[in-house]
């Protein structure tokens, strides 16, 4: 069955360090999104992306985050100056469909801001 | 700000018993209803969705909506050992694509 993948597993980083976070959704899924879980607390929404753009963020994604998608099937999140709230966990998304389809989750990276 | 509540738990029941999941969220707007699955540490898994009042079943699950109150709630019928997790309700709204969650309810459920 197919399934999102996700890497690293776990990220470990220096305050002011730049990360990036790597995914491979589901390869015939069309809308991909990153998700974030700070521990105890619930999934929050960051970004929705499709035909190589943003189509919705959060007010949490501000500037220091971006979203990328460098080839056919990678799609990147990148944080430019971690900040110790930064860490969390980060799930990948993806559905084939927008607006009715279900989206399907990654494993997630934990990261880890010291 | 779009809402989503469940008691966080935990809801704790023997095993073989059926284990009721409530859900309430703030927007009348909200069309589409989910039940994940959370192990500590993992990354959420679908159960089910529903989209219309009413009851919808798939093996030992009932998901079950009700606009008018703004509830869905999701039974586990003959509860195992493995049924043991954090279940998010997340809801979505009719033209977008967002999913709101839940805090989760953790549930246990004892030999």
């Known amino acids: 069955e197919p399934e999102v993948t996700q890497t690293p597993s776990h990220q470990v980083t220096q305050m002011g360090q730049e990360v990036i976070l790597r995914c491979v959704p589901i390869?015939?899924?069309?809308?991909f999104y990153w998700y974030r879980q700070i521990l105890g607390q619930k999934v929050e929404f960051l970004v929705s992306?499709?035909?190589?753009?943003?189509?919705?963020k959060s007010e949490i994604f501000d500037d220091q985050f971006s979203v990328e998608r460098p080839d056919g099937s990678n799609f990147t999140l990148k944080i430019r100056s971690t900040k110790l709230e930064d860490s969390a966990m980060y799930f990948c998304?993806?559905?084939?469909?927008?607006?009715?389809?279900?989206?399907?989750f990654g494993p997630g990276t934990r990261l880890t801001v010291l | 700000q779009k809402e989503v509540e469940q008691n966080s738990g935990p809801l704790s029941v023997p095993e073989g018993a059926i284990a009721s999941l409530n859900c309430t969220y703030s927007?009348?707007?909200?069309?589409?209803f989910f039940w994940y699955r959370q192990y500590s540490g993992k990354s959420p898994e679908l159960i089910m969705f529903?989209?219309?009042?009413g009851d919808k079943e798939d093996g030992r699950f009932t998901a079950q909506l009700n606009k008018a109150s703004q509830y869905v709630s999701l039974l586990i019928r003959d509860s195992q050992p493995s049924d043991s997790a954090t279940y998010l309700c997340?809801?979505?709204?009719?033209?977008?694509?967002?999913?709101?969650f839940g805090k989760g309810t953790m549930l246990l459920v004892s030999p």
């Open positions: 998304a993806s559905t084939s469909s927008g607006g009715t389809d279900t989206q399907y």
């Open positions: 390869s015939n899924h069309l809308y």
């Open positions: 992306f499709y035909n190589n753009e943003i189509s919705e």
């Open positions: 927007d009348r707007g909200s069309q589409s």
């Open positions: 529903i989209y219309s009042n």
């Open positions: 997340a809801v979505r709204d009719s033209g977008y694509s967002t999913l709101t």
